[in-house]
Nanobody, 130 residues
Framework: VHLAESGGGSVQVGGSLRLSCVVS????????MGWFRQAPGKEREGVGA???????VYADSVKGRFTISQDNAKNTLYLQMDSLKPEDTAMYYC?????????????????????????WGRGTQVTVSS
C-alpha cells in the first residue's frame, strides 16, 4: 500500500488548505484512515480519523476547523483545513489500514491510536504565518 500526500504549503493566519492523500496498492474493499501531524521538536499527534461507523472524530485542537473526508472511488483522502493558526504549522501525514471486526461491528482506530495504522505517507508541510 502506497500513500502520497499533497496540498501542503504556506498560508497566512485564517487561511485554508486542503490536503489530499492518494492511496494505491490497496487490497482492501475499504480502509480505515487518519490524519496526523508533527511539529518541529514535538511528538506526532493525531488530527482526526474516520472510525468504524464512518463518522469522523477530531482532536480538540482542530475541532470545528478541520474536516476529514474520503472518496473511495478515487482512493483519495482529504483534510480540509480552515481558520488556520500558527500552531497548525507541522508536517501532515495520512495513514491507512484495513478495518477489523470487533464484536460483529466494523472497527477502525481513532486519531489517538496511531500505532494501529500500518501504512503511512511521507507527509506534506503546512506552514501558517501571522
Amino acid at each position: 500500500v502506497h500513500l502520497a500526500e499533497s496540498g501542503g504549503g504556506s498560508v497566512q493566519v485564517g487561511g485554508s488548505l486542503r490536503l489530499s492523500c492518494v492511496v494505491s496498492g490497496n487490497t482492501y474493499n475499504s480502509y480505515c484512515m487518519g490524519w496526523f501531524r508533527q511539529a518541529p521538536g514535538k511528538e506526532r499527534e493525531g488530527v482526526g480519523a474516520i472510525i468504524g461507523d464512518g463518522s469522523p472524530v477530531y482532536a480538540d485542537s482542530v475541532k470545528g476547523r478541520f474536516t476529514i473526508s474520503q472518496d473511495n472511488a478515487k482512493n483519495t483522502l482529504y483534510l480540509q483545513m480552515d481558520s488556520l493558526k500558527p500552531e497548525d504549522t507541522a508536517m501532515y501525514y495520512c495513514a491507512v489500514d484495513g478495518p477489523t471486526v470487533v464484536y460483529g461491528a466494523r472497527w477502525c482506530p481513532s486519531h489517538n491510536e496511531e500505532d494501529e495504522f500500518n501504512y503511512w505517507g511521507r507527509g506534506t508541510q503546512v506552514t501558517v504565518s501571522s
